[in-house]
């Protein structure tokens, strides 16, 4: 299985928005709508941010998912100095496992 | 609160073996699903294999079938990862996590550092 492809780093201006893509295959991202986007701040634990694709978990209505065939998105709208972090995609895949992407590092400049 | 603290990890030579422990609090553990993730020293995250509620079903990511086992005592809310035959990349923070959701990791611990070096 291998990993879903983010894009290594995006940045933005505070206001700005940035839009995160993660792909896939139709075994993963395409066949299911179970992707979720995780949070990561330096020497902390990942945080949930968005399942099932678009569903916010209990964050800013700045996170926003979607997904269209076998690419998922997440987008920041009014980016913060907060919101400078690595982000990852993962989706449920056809063997019943789960698989994470590259990762996005996103410096608010 | 709901909280899940790792413990087990360690510095352990290559071909060694290691069980990394998951205290669950604050939540009905035998109602979920619970994961493995690592991390290996500036990498990214790595899905490693969850359980079923009850124990009958388990999932590996290919990387690791046959050196890792999954289990749980759902008496004692806990989780557990055996690691055999470790290699050097195997070193990582060890993350335990709830599947909240389908395919997503609600609540994560702090992490447990395993080193596998000579």
């Known amino acids: 299985q291998s990993a879903l492809t983010q894009p290594a780093s995006v940045s933005g201006s505070p206001g700005q928005s940035i839009t995160i893509s993660c792909t896939g295959t139709?075994?993963?991202?395409?066949?299911?709508?179970?992707v979720s986007w995780y949070q990561q701040h330096p020497g902390k634990a990942p945080k949930l941010i968005i399942y099932?694709?678009s569903s916010r978990s209990g964050v800013s209505d700045r996170f926003s998912g979607s997904k269209s065939g076998n690419t998922a998105s997440l987008t920041i709208s009014g980016l913060q100095a907060e919101d400078e972090a690595d982000y990852y995609c993962?989706?449920?895949?056809?063997?019943?496992?789960?698989?994470f992407g590259t990762g996005t590092r996103v410096t608010v400049l | 609160e709901v909280q899940l603290v790792e413990s087990g990890g360690g510095l352990v030579q290559p071909g060694g073996s290691l069980r990394l422990s998951c205290e669950a609090s604050?939540?009905?553990?035998?109602?979920?699903?619970m994961s493995w993730v690592r991390q290996a020293p500036g990498k990214g995250l790595e899905w490693l294999a969850n359980?079923?509620?009850?124990?009958?079903?388990?999932y590996y990511v290919d990387s690791v079938k046959g050196r890792f086992t999954i289990s749980r005592d759902n008496a004692k809310s806990s989780l557990y990862l055996q690691l055999n035959s470790l290699r050097a990349d195997d070193t990582a923070v060890y993350y335990c996590?709830?599947?909240?959701?389908?395919?997503?990791?609600?609540?994560w611990g702090q992490g447990t550092t395993v080193t596998v070096s000579s």
């Open positions: 993962s989706s449920f895949t056809s063997s019943s496992t789960k698989v």
């Open positions: 604050g939540f009905t553990f035998i109602t979920y699903y």
């Open positions: 359980i079923k509620q009850d124990g009958s079903e388990k």
């Open positions: 139709s075994s993963d991202i395409g066949g299911y709508n179970y």
């Open positions: 996590a709830r599947d909240g959701r389908p395919a997503a990791m609600d609540v």
């Open positions: 099932d694709v």
